[in-house]
């Protein structure tokens, strides 16, 4: 155990001198009944500015499909969020936040 340790005290150490990697995330379940949920995540950060968007697609056993969609922008002082969401017979749904912070 000890020779294992070593190798992975260096390797804990190293990780947070690198700089910050924004990766895709993707992850499906699938229920018991077939019905199935998809959901993305994908960040993007530059200049201050960092940009996460995280969709998500239900598909019912019978077909039906429903997706929503979250993107959330951060900057110095402020955080966007807006919300798109389709149900399964088509109906849509919008919603969007600001806050801003001063000191």
Sequence with gaps: MKRLATPLLA????LPATAPVAQAQSVTVTGSNGGTIQ??????????????????TATGPNGQ???RERVR???AGSSSTTVTGTGPQGSTTYRAR??????
């Design 98 to 103: 600001r806050i801003i912070v001063t000191r």
């Design 65 to 67: 499909i429903a997706t």
């Design 11 to 14: 390797l804990a150490l190293a």
């Design 39 to 56: 959901r993305d995540r994908d960040c993007t950060r530059s200049a201050g500015t960092a940009r996460c968007t995280v969709t998500g």
């Design 73 to 75: 922008t951060t900057t």
